[in-house]
């Protein structure tokens, strides 16, 4: 083709047949329904797509509501297990207080059947006391005027060297003699020396509480006769000394001189309940056989002891006595000179001279409720 030909883009289309258009036609027809199913598969599509959503949200709703719930569950079962731990450790600690109640409970419990069987112990003992007889020789008076009980004092009071104890009869003496304080006393050839007067203090029990118990190594005799004193007391020990009279070994025997009976003490500790058990025994004195009574022999021990101070209201101290002549002669003179109502004194009970460098006691002993002895 030359350049001078003429170029044509137009290019003949042939003309379909009748056959063809309605291939067509129905080949559109055919495209159209397959759009249409498309178009409502899509639709289904969307719907299953937004149903699945909906479901998704629901479940992720539910799943957060599960997880809320379980969250509080827990929390709510730690809270209940914290209060059930606490509840369990405070009735372990309430436990713990009843075990140590009950052994305080169980403790007291041995201490008051040790107290009973102590008490009991002390009551079989002391309805095991020897028989002494007794004589009554006094008066009868009305109960408001008795006394449950009456202790007489016996102090020893040390004295110092260079004093004397000097008692009046009257205790307004005694009071005149501690006013005038310091004396002169004339010895005689114009020697004389100057004492002075003190007041006689003595501390006496105001409360004494003792506690007795027996003693497991020792017994009490009585019923005895009358008989040498030495012999008895051999004869006891080689009696009660022997395994086939239930005795042991005796470590002390003596006398009671106050009751009239006999302390025998053994070696061991094991011997004298089973003779007190007994009771009586039968031992050969004076030359024949003489039934004796054993009982338990109790130690007293004081548990409580108050005291006082009390002035003697009929003694008087007189301090600073020098040792200008002998001791019996010095007493007298001060005696005559205290004796005499002159020199303010009066008659004098007791008169006790201690010269100095010497150290002596004497016994005060009440014989009425405002006297000393």
């Known amino acids: 083709m030359s350049s001078d030909e003429d170029f044509s883009l137009v290019t003949e289309i042939p003309q379909?047949?009748?056959?063809?258009?309605?291939?067509?036609?129905?080949?559109?027809?055919?495209?159209?329904?397959?759009?249409?199913?498309?178009?409502?598969?899509?639709?289904?599509?969307?719907?299953?797509?937004?149903?699945?959503?909906?479901?998704?949200?629901?479940?992720r709703e539910r799943s957060n509501k599960v997880r809320e719930d379980l969250k509080n569950d827990q929390h709510s079962y730690t809270e209940q297990i914290n209060n059930e731990m606490a509840h369990l450790n405070?009735?372990?600690?309430?436990?713990?207080?009843?075990?140590?109640?009950?052994?305080?409970?169980?403790?007291?419990?041995?201490?008051?059947?040790?107290?009973?069987?102590?008490?009991?112990?002390?009551?079989?003992?002391?309805?095991a006391v020897p028989e002494k007889k007794v004589v009554f020789t006094g008066e009868t008076v009305k109960a408001a005027n008795s006394q449950a009980f009456e202790m007489h004092s016996r102090i020893v009071y040390p004295m110092e060297g260079g004093?004397?104890?000097?008692?009046?009869?009257?205790?307004?003496?005694?009071?005149?003699?501690?006013?005038?304080?310091?004396?002169?006393?004339?010895?005689?050839?114009?020697?004389?020396?100057?004492?002075?007067?003190?007041?006689?203090?003595?501390?006496?029990?105001?409360?004494?509480?003792?506690?007795?118990?027996?003693?497991?190594?020792?017994?009490?005799?009585?019923?005895?006769?009358?008989?040498?004193?030495?012999?008895?007391?051999?004869k006891l020990e080689i009696h009660f000394s022997k395994g086939k009279h239930g005795g042991g070994e005796v470590e002390i025997c003596e006398m009671l001189p106050d009751s009239g009976t006999v302390v025998l003490k053994f070696v061991?500790?094991?011997?004298?309940?089973?003779?007190?058990?007994?009771?009586?025994?039968?031992?050969?004195?004076?030359?024949?056989?003489h039934r004796v009574r054993v009982t338990p022999f109790l130690n007293g021990t004081i548990t409580n002891l108050k005291t006082k101070m009390s002035v003697c209201p009929r003694t008087v101290l007189l301090?600073?006595?020098?040792?200008?002549?002998?001791?019996?002669?010095?007493?007298?003179?001060?005696?005559?000179?205290?004796?005499?109502?002159?020199?303010?004194?009066?008659?004098?009970?007791?008169?006790?001279?201690?010269?100095?460098?010497?150290?002596t006691s004497a016994v005060f002993e009440s014989v009425s409720p405002n006297k000393e002895k």
Do not use: W
């Open 90 to 127: 405070l009735l372990k600690q309430e436990e713990i207080e009843l075990m140590q109640e009950i052994e305080k409970v169980m403790a007291t419990l041995v201490q008051e059947e040790a107290q009973n069987n102590h008490l009991k112990q002390q009551t079989d003992v002391f309805t």
């Open 268 to 289: 061991e500790k094991n011997i004298a309940k089973g003779l007190t058990d007994a009771e009586f025994h039968d031992v050969k004195l004076q030359q024949k056989m």
């Open 16 to 59: 379909p047949s009748e056959d063809t258009v309605q291939e067509i036609q129905a080949l559109i027809a055919n495209y159209k329904k397959k759009y249409d199913q498309l178009v409502e598969e899509q639709n289904d599509l969307t719907n299953t797509r937004n149903d699945v959503q909906d479901l998704t949200k629901k479940f």
């Open 163 to 234: 004093m004397a104890l000097v008692t009046f009869e009257e205790e307004v003496v005694a009071k005149k003699i501690l006013g005038m304080k310091n004396h002169r006393v004339d010895l005689g050839e114009e020697v004389s020396i100057t004492v002075e007067a003190r007041p006689v203090q003595l501390m006496q029990p105001r409360l004494v509480e003792i506690d007795s118990e027996v003693c497991p190594q020792c017994i009490l005799i009585s019923n005895l006769p009358k008989m040498d004193t030495d012999t008895m007391l051999n």
């Open 319 to 359: 301090a600073g006595i020098p040792p200008v002549m002998n001791q019996e002669t010095l007493q007298d003179l001060l005696e005559i000179h205290f004796q005499k109502s002159c020199n303010g004194g009066g008659e004098i009970e007791a008169f006790l001279y201690n010269p100095l460098g010497q150290h």
